[in-house]
């Protein structure tokens, strides 16, 4: 028997198989039982007429499917994260060689684009303070 806790983080890819086996029962009725896996059976039971083990192989099997799929996508995102976070040191490294080997380069650049960032800012908010009043606006005298 799937347990509550096992279904709830499984839910969205239950909720879509659960769906396309019995497409009589509604989005409402499956956020009614969001995470509950008796009281899913007891509502596939209730809408299809099907025998409690049959629905409960069921829910227990796209609990399985559901948990396969979620490991290998979790070994494959620690797999991407190793190889970023290695590119992030690796970039780190770097800029911190370039800076050492060029001080006033490098602060000169910084200062540059801290100005440019805060023109932008600075435009981007002022607009809207000054921007014309629409043609509704004046008429109702806004």
């Given at each position: 028997?799937?347990?509550?806790?096992?279904?709830?983080?499984k839910w969205n890819s239950i909720?879509?198989?659960?769906?396309?086996?019995?497409?009589?029962?509604?989005?409402?009725?499956l956020r009614e039982v969001e995470?509950?896996?008796?009281?899913?059976?007891?509502?596939?039971?209730?809408?299809?007429?099907?025998?409690?083990?049959?629905?409960?192989?069921?829910?227990?099997?796209?609990?399985?499917?559901?948990?396969?799929?979620?490991?290998?996508?979790?070994?494959?995102?620690?797999?991407?994260?190793?190889?970023?976070?290695?590119?992030?040191?690796?970039?780190?490294?770097?800029?911190?060689?370039a800076v050492a080997r060029h001080?006033?380069?490098?602060?000169?650049?910084?200062?540059?684009?801290?100005?440019?960032?805060?023109?932008?800012?600075?435009?981007?908010?002022?607009?809207?303070?000054?921007?014309?009043?629409?043609?509704?606006?004046?008429?109702?005298?806004?």
């Open positions: 028997m799937v347990m509550k806790q096992q279904t709830s983080g909720h879509g198989a659960v769906q396309e086996k019995y497409g009589q029962i509604t989005d409402d009725e995470g509950d896996s008796e009281q899913l059976i007891g509502l596939i039971q209730q809408k299809v007429g099907a025998a409690r083990e049959e629905v409960e192989s069921f829910v227990t099997r796209i609990y399985q499917e559901c948990g396969e799929s979620c490991s290998h996508l979790t070994s494959r995102a620690s797999e991407y994260a190793e190889v970023t976070g290695e590119k992030l040191r690796q970039g780190y490294e770097r800029s911190t060689k001080p006033m380069e490098s602060v000169a650049t910084a200062l540059g684009i801290g100005i440019l960032a805060g023109i932008a800012i600075g435009y981007s908010l002022a607009t809207d303070r000054y921007r014309e009043p629409t043609w509704r606006e004046r008429w109702s005298g806004r």
